[in-house]
């Protein structure tokens, strides 16, 4: 029950784009012993048969019929597909691309026919991505434009094999290939891989959690480009958590029966007998630990884990020596030799020792043609990194000159770009060391605009204390509201706190200067109505005056005018008076 004991987890997005429909296909089958994954993209315009559809069941009927990881198995699913869409090209040819991936859990084998691609990825970079069937991938195949060219060149759809092709088409079947716990699986379409470059795969890759979180991360990339016309788009991953862990073959206790079985017959005799067979058996404990260590250093060298390859190695040869087996023994300090040179190489371009790098990896790539040639290519590929590697240190030297004379917004430009080029190009120590100098940079410009911002809040606070003196309370109260947003925002909360109590200062001197001031107006229009009073109390009493003196006068008069009248005659001056009063008399 291989399945049980392992954890594969899909994920998949498959959209038509602005197309009406979706000849893309997508699925899986998974058993107890083995999984298959099959991603295929229509090439043709049959409205009513759905060319991708036929090959991927093509594909997968054959795998259902008997789960298998054989290339000629899986050679003839491609071939069942291929005369399938043969026999049923009656109006329209029809054509696919087509990428079928199979797994016990331990190991995978995959073909593809056309433009689907495979992206293998281990530990956050990319381990390898299948090949095309396009013109393009022949071009840089040959040398005649750059590898990364091939993806956005103008001939990338001009396809020389693909499954419904007249005559015989031509798959690439894989070798298998171990996989670990961690690694992903990304089959993309072209309407994929062709609008999201490798950096941003990988950069959704880190971001991931699950594989539908990085399938939903990549659709939105690519919707992201806002392009004219969105062509059919599908992309699947499959995260193995867990892999199957086999257990070590019973072929090695057999052996170690065989040589024990054969060397006990061999000798007779008591001691020499007993002291034979405990040789034999000792013998063949070496050969089992030669064989097992040398399969792990196996391993971990394809996988490109030299260092613990080298230590694998170190153990098969000690073994074969105790076992006395010469040519294993050779073979093992060879390969040692290989990891050694690729461990030496590595950490020369951790340094930034290119030239040395060089002849570690090209001493390497000698020796492994010999005695590792399935991993030839990789070191090939190490090797012809080194000229991106160089050019990403230059970019990082260049950026950190820029630091050190303070220009921290063009240092932290020329990181991103660094970061982007050593992400691509799988430059795992540049990435570390970016990183590093990314998040100083970064602190760097965090921590002058916090001195900007806190000059500005201390001019605020300026202007309030001005505005405060001139009793403008309200100007003052609003200028320390501004500093203290910006006390909040930069996180200086004693600063905060300190504005907050010297506007609760302020509010209260407003609201003693309010009642200053209508107590000052109180007391003045006390003293207005006070003075109002006084003023008609002395009005009325003066009023009240010149009616007593007048009636006094009118009283006087009568005793004025009898006088005259008993004299028989008035004086001047009395008649005068007596003429006035009767005038004054007549106005009454």
């Given at each position: 029950m291989r399945k049980e004991n392992s954890q594969f987890v899909t994920g998949f997005v498959s959209e038509a784009g602005s197309h009406i429909d979706n000849r893309d296909y997508f699925a899986y089958m998974e058993?107890?012993?083995?999984?298959?994954?099959?991603?295929?993209?229509?090439?043709?315009?049959?409205?009513?048969?759905?060319?991708?559809?036929?090959?991927?069941?093509?594909?997968?009927?054959?795998?259902?019929?008997?789960?298998?990881?054989?290339?000629?198995?899986?050679?003839?699913?491609?071939?069942?597909?291929?005369?399938?869409?043969?026999?049923?090209?009656?109006?329209?040819?029809?054509?696919?691309?087509?990428?079928?991936?199979?797994?016990?859990?331990?190991?995978?084998?995959?073909?593809?026919?056309?433009?689907?691609?495979?992206?293998?990825?281990?530990?956050?970079?990319?381990?390898?991505?299948?090949?095309?069937?396009?013109?393009?991938?022949?071009?840089?195949?040959?040398?005649?434009?750059?590898?990364?060219?091939?993806?956005?060149?103008?001939?990338?759809?001009?396809?020389?094999?693909?499954?419904?092709?007249?005559?015989?088409?031509?798959?690439?079947?894989?070798?298998?290939?171990?996989?670990?716990?961690?690694?992903?699986?990304?089959?993309?379409?072209?309407?994929?891989?062709?609008?999201?470059?490798?950096?941003?795969?990988?950069?959704?890759?880190?971001?991931?959690?699950?594989?539908?979180?990085?399938?939903?991360?990549?659709?939105?990339?690519?919707?992201?480009?806002?392009?004219?016309?969105?062509?059919?788009?599908?992309?699947?991953?499959?995260?193995?958590?867990?892999?199957?862990q086999e257990k070590v073959k019973n072929r090695r206790k057999l052996i170690k029966r065989i040589v024990i079985g054969a060397l006990a017959l061999m000798l007779a005799g008591g001691g020499a007998w007993l002291y034979a067979a405990k040789a034999a058996q000792r013998k063949a404990e070496a050969i089992e630990d030669m064989i097992q260590y040398g399969s792990q250093g196996d391993d971990y060298a394809h996988m490109g884990d030299f260092e613990k390859s080298l230590k694998a190695y170190s153990e098969a040869k000690n073994a074969?020596?105790?076992?006395?087996?010469?040519?294993?023994?050779?073979?093992?300090?060879?390969?040692?030799?290989?990891?050694?040179?690729?461990?030496?190489?590595?950490?020369?371009?951790?340094?930034?020792?290119?030239?040395?790098?060089?002849?570690?990896?090209?001493?390497?790539?000698?020796?492994?043609?010999?005695?590792?040639?399935?991993?030839?290519?990789?070191?090939?590929?190490?090797?012809?990194?080194?000229?991106?590697?160089?050019?990403?240190?230059?970019q990082m030297d260049t950026a950190d000159l820029k630091f050190q004379g303070q220009d921290?917004?063009?240092?932290?430009?020329?990181?991103?770009?660094a970061n982007t080029a050593a992400t691509e190009a799988g430059y795992d120590a540049a990435i570390e060391s970016i990183a590093k100098k990314k998040q100083e940079t970064e602190d760097k410009i965090a921590a002058l605009k916090r001195e900007i911002q806190e000059i500005r809040a201390g001019q605020l606070e300026a202007r309030g204390k001005r505005l405060l003196a001139a009793e403008d309370f309200d100007g003052a109260i609003d200028a320390y509201n501004d500093a203290e947003e910006i006390y909040q925002a930069i996180g200086k909360l004693e600063s905060v706190v300190a504005v907050e109590r010297t506007i609760s200062k302020i509010e209260d001197k407003k609201i003693a200067k309010q009642q200053e001031e209508a107590a000052a107006l109180a007391k003045e229009q006390e003293a207005a109505d006070q003075a109002a009073a006084e003023a008609a109390a002395a009005e009325q009493a003066a009023a009240e005056q010149a009616a007593a003196q007048q009636a006094a006068e009118v009283n006087e008069t009568p005793s004025k005018t009898s006088g005259q009248a008993a004299s028989g005659q008035p004086a001047p001056d009395a008649a005068k008076d007596a003429a006035d009063t009767g005038d004054a008399a007549g106005g009454a």
């Open positions: 058993t107890d012993d083995m999984a298959c994954y099959v991603l295929a993209h229509g090439l043709d315009t049959d409205q009513e048969i759905r060319s991708a559809e036929m090959a991927a069941k093509a594909v997968l009927e054959n795998f259902m019929e008997k789960p298998f990881m054989s290339k000629r198995r899986l050679k003839e699913g491609l071939r069942d597909a291929q005369e399938w869409l043969q026999f049923e090209s009656r109006r329209v040819r029809l054509k696919a691309s087509l990428l079928a991936v199979v797994t016990d859990y331990t190991r995978m084998v995959y073909a593809s026919c056309g433009n689907v691609r495979l992206y293998h990825f281990r530990g956050g970079r990319l381990n390898f991505r299948s090949r095309d069937h396009s013109l393009a991938q022949a071009m840089a195949d040959e040398g005649r434009i750059p590898e990364e060219a091939a993806t956005l060149h103008e001939e990338r759809g001009n396809l020389l094999e693909y499954l419904g092709k007249p005559g015989k088409s031509r798959s690439f079947l894989s070798k298998k290939t171990l996989l670990a716990d961690g690694d992903v699986l990304l089959l993309a379409t072209p309407g994929m891989w062709g609008n999201v470059e490798l950096a941003e795969m990988l950069g959704a890759l880190e971001e991931a959690k699950d594989p539908n979180a990085l399938t939903d991360t990549l659709e939105e990339v690519l919707l992201s480009r806002q392009l004219r016309t969105v062509p059919n788009y599908t992309a699947a991953a499959v995260f193995i958590d867990k892999i199957f074969a020596t105790k076992a006395n087996d010469k040519i294993s023994k050779k073979l093992y300090v060879n390969k040692q030799n290989i990891s050694q040179a690729m461990v030496d190489g590595n950490g020369y371009v951790d340094k930034g020792d290119f030239d040395n790098a060089q002849v570690s990896y090209e001493k390497a790539l000698k020796e492994a043609k010999v005695y590792l040639p399935s991993d030839s290519d990789g070191i090939q590929q190490k090797l012809e990194s080194l000229d991106d590697y160089a050019a990403i240190r230059k921290y917004i063009g240092a932290l430009a020329l990181y991103n770009k």
